[in-house]
């Protein structure tokens, strides 16, 4: 079955250090891509997307990207945390055609130190 | 700029009740989706429109129905709301080409 993994819950770092989340997914093609952000009580924020092409793909926010196709992963880094960017961030794919039906990961908090 | 309104931030309904979650898009999008989001198990589908009157079920559609009568207007129904059923709901829609979903802000429903 189609589906998103993201294998951590909640993750800290200090502010200033550099970030990864991790994402996998299972789909029998390359899908299209995304990762959202959702501050608290807030809707979810496109942070970025691939669809094809360069495989590092940048975003919003100083985000960044990488898709590997051969370990069907997608992790989303930023060099260097920022306070504000303390959130829950969802990774995310569809299949492409008419529906872009979203299957979303189970999130990953972030919390960032002082 | 994009915009996806949910009516209600935040509601508090009684056991039985039937609840209406109102969505509305300015976007001129085909499709609508209809998302419950609980701690640890992350957004999943609970119907989708992809047009006027049209309507598919998601993941978990059960105990829920949904109305599409204007192209803009989603509309999430809880025919008789339950404890279970407190969670926050997300609507978001997309039009026909391959691009990404737009969220609104959710609405969280707390059922007593």
Redesign the interface.
């Given at each position: 079955a189609q589906s998103v993994t993201?294998p951590d819950?909640h993750i800290t770092v200090s502010e200033g250090a550099s970030l990864e989340l991790r994402c996998n997914y299972s789909y029998g093609a390359t899908p299209?891509l995304?990762w959202?952000v959702q501050s608290p009580?807030?809707?979810?924020?496109?942070l970025l997307?691939y669809?094809s092409g360069d495989t590092l793909v940048q975003g919003i926010k100083g985000f960044e990207a990488e898709f590997k196709r051969s370990q069907s992963s997608f992790n989303l880094r930023k060099p260097s945390v920022h306070w504000s960017d303390a959130a829950e961030y969802?990774c995310?794919f569809h299949y492409?055609?008419?529906?872009?039906?979203?299957i979303?990961?189970?999130?990953t908090l972030l919390a960032v130190q002082p | 700029d994009v915009k996806v309104t949910q009516s209600s931030r935040y509601l508090v309904k009684r056991t039985g009740e039937k609840v209406f979650l109102e969505c509305v898009q300015d976007m001129d999008h085909e499709n609508m989706f209809w998302y419950r989001q609980d701690p640890g198990l992350g957004l999943r589908l609970i119907y989708f429109s992809y047009d006027v009157k049209m309507k598919e079920k998601g993941d978990i559609p059960e105990g829920y129905s949904v109305s599409r009568e204007k192209k803009e207007r989603f509309s999430l129904i809880l025919e008789s709301a339950s404890t279970n059923q407190t969670s926050m709901y997300l609507c978001a829609s997309s039009p026909y080409t391959n691009t990404e979903a737009f969220f609104g802000q959710g609405t969280r429903l707390t059922v007593v």
């Open positions: 993201q819950i299209y995304f959202y009580g807030q809707g979810l924020q496109l997307k669809f969802f995310a492409g055609g008419a529906t872009n039906k979203l979303f990961g189970t999130g | -």
